[in-house]
């Protein structure tokens, strides 16, 4: 029986991987790309960063709607 506010475990889980997966993908995008390409994301690669950023973002708030 669940009191209060607290969520299954595999519901917990679920909640910290994508979470650590979404903070990885911020930290990576924000200081390490670039540091070996300064001009990151560039012309070219401006599309998919916001791609890629919009589709992190829609699993985050997918998995806080399914674990939460």
Avoid: C, Q, W
Wanted: aromatic share 14%; charged share 5%.
């Amino acid at each position: 029986m669940l009191l209060g506010g607290e969520l299954p475990l595999g519901h917990e889980v679920g909640l910290i991987v994508v979470a650590a997966a979404f903070i990885a993908f911020a930290l990576v995008s924000s200081f390490l790309v670039p540091r070996y390409k300064p001009d990151f994301p560039g012309p070219t690669g401006l599309s998919v960063f916001a791609i890629a950023s919009v589709v992190m973002f829609v699993l985050m708030i997918a998995a806080i709607n399914f674990f939460g």
